[in-house]
């Protein structure tokens, strides 16, 4: 039995996730402009630096993984999941663990990504 709407519940909170975090990154960003001198001096905020590494990296390839997981389940074709433009590579083995817990086949999303079957 496959766990949809749980796996989407997930992707919520994702998305949910990189946009508090922006949200906070934001709040750096705004203290330059409450200063005296109009905030023109530039000023370097490492927890600024970090989070949005944190929300580029983790938080999108932990986002993009648990998509592509939702769209082979619902038996979307994979063309329709991704631009064919998209030119950095998928972590299949994380897919593959997310197909999994979330009640689907591991084995067909290599065939569902090159194209070869529809999704079950």
């Given at each position: 039995?496959?766990?949809?709407?749980?796996l989407k519940?997930?992707?919520?909170?994702?998305?949910?996730?990189?946009?508090?975090?922006?949200?906070?990154?934001?709040?750096?960003h705004?203290?330059?402009?409450k200063?005296?001198?109009?905030?023109?001096?530039?000023?370097h905020?490492?927890?600024?630096?970090?989070?949005?590494?944190h929300?580029?990296?983790?938080?999108?390839?932990?986002?993009?993984?648990?998509?592509?997981?939702y769209?082979?389940?619902?038996?979307?074709?994979?063309?329709?999941?991704?631009?064919?433009?998209?030119?950095?590579?998928?972590d299949?083995?994380?897919?593959?663990?997310?197909?999994?817990?979330?009640?689907?086949?591991?084995?067909a999303?290599?065939?569902?990504?090159?194209?070869?079957?529809?999704?079950?």
């Amino acid at each position: 039995m496959s766990r949809n709407r749980h796996l989407k519940i997930k992707i919520i909170n994702l998305a949910d996730e990189a946009r508090t975090i922006r949200h906070e990154e934001n709040k750096l960003h705004s203290f330059d402009k409450k200063l005296k001198d109009g905030g023109k001096q530039k000023r370097h905020y490492p927890e600024r630096v970090v989070l949005a590494d944190h929300r580029r990296g983790v938080v999108r390839d932990a986002a993009r993984c648990n998509l592509l997981a939702y769209a082979f389940l619902r038996g979307m074709p994979y063309e329709r999941a991704e631009s064919p433009n998209t030119t950095k590579e998928i972590d299949w083995a994380r897919v593959k663990r997310i197909v999994k817990t979330f009640g689907g086949d591991p084995d067909a999303v290599q065939d569902w990504w090159v194209g070869r079957k529809e999704a079950a």
